[in-house]
């Protein structure tokens, strides 16, 4: 289906000589061709619809394009072009002020400072997510943030904190009735497999404690030297916002059509 709309939009944009509909149209053409793992078709459209969100300054979706672009650059483990593109977003979204965007783009620079290994600028990154995700009410970012942390803590070899976050990360995801995409997913399952083998048989037990303490001391743990005594996890079901309220249905970080704008 998505494959057809976008092989429509295309040979409209063509007809009618619309530029905008066809930068639409390669970034929903790039979108599928993403879901079907075929990386290099993907990042070749979606650089060309860059090109024209450009051109007719659109920087409201030329920000949103640019970090899908970065996402797919560390698919493919391209990290200095994904840090390129995502500083540049990052400085236009805060001109903008545009903040569901800017949380976003604050994860995927905080997962380029990992691939990197500067820690510490990960660790920034995504504090400022979380904080962000907090203001904004978006619980999925803080739900990134938190495995992002744990990222960080794994690579400072505190283990048992890395656990801890993880274990709270998976469970606000769950409390959203949502699941990681692909990209952390696949940084996740690496870095948990990580810290079985450095734990061995202490890895569930801290796992479980992150998984049952409750949303305010997850995020005073992802700040802490993983010493907080914890609370049992009783997710509020009012804090249980939708993934992502607006302005994209997903975060899937790829855009289809210019009307997902409305969403």
């Known amino acids: 289906m998505a494959e057809d709309c976008a092989a429509t939009s295309l040979d409209g944009a063509r007809r009618l000589g619309d530029k905008l509909l066809m930068a639409d149209g390669l970034a929903l053409r790039s979108d599928c061709l993403r879901r079907r793992d075929e990386l290099a078709g993907a990042r070749a459209d979606m650089t060309a619809a860059i090109a024209i969100f450009r051109q007719i300054g659109d920087r409201w979706t030329l920000n949103l394009s640019l970090a899908n672009l970065a996402v797919l650059e560390l698919h493919e483990q391209d990290v200095p072009s994904a840090r390129a593109h995502l500083e540049e977003a990052h400085r236009s979204a805060i001109e903008m002020n545009s903040p569901v965007i800017l949380q976003m783009i604050l994860g995927n620079l905080g997962?380029?400072?990992?691939?990197?290994?500067?820690?510490?600028?990960?660790?920034?990154?995504?504090?400022?997510?979380?904080?962000?995700?907090?203001?904004?009410?978006?619980?999925?970012?803080?739900?990134?943030?938190?495995l992002g942390l744990g990222l960080c803590a794994s690579a400072e070899r505190r283990h048992a904190l890395a656990a801890k976050l993880h274990g709270a990360s998976d469970a606000l995801v769950s409390s959203l009735g949502q699941a990681l995409d692909p990209l952390e997913g696949g940084m996740q399952d690496r870095d948990l497999a990580t810290l079985r083998t450095a734990m061995g048989a202490a890895f569930e037990p801290a796992y479980a404690v992150g998984s049952q303490i409750d949303f305010e001391t997850a995020i005073a743990l992802a700040g802490s030297d993983g010493s907080e005594t914890p609370r049992t996890f009783h997710p509020d079901p009012g804090d249980r916002a939708d993934r992502r309220s607006a302005p994209f249905p997903d975060k899937s970080k790829h855009i289809g059509a210019a009307s997902q704008k409305a969403n």
């Open 111 to 146: 997962n380029v400072a990992v691939l990197a290994g500067d820690i510490t600028a990960a660790k920034g990154y995504y504090r400022e997510q979380m904080t962000d995700g907090r203001r904004t009410g978006d619980l999925m970012e803080v739900g990134y943030a938190l």
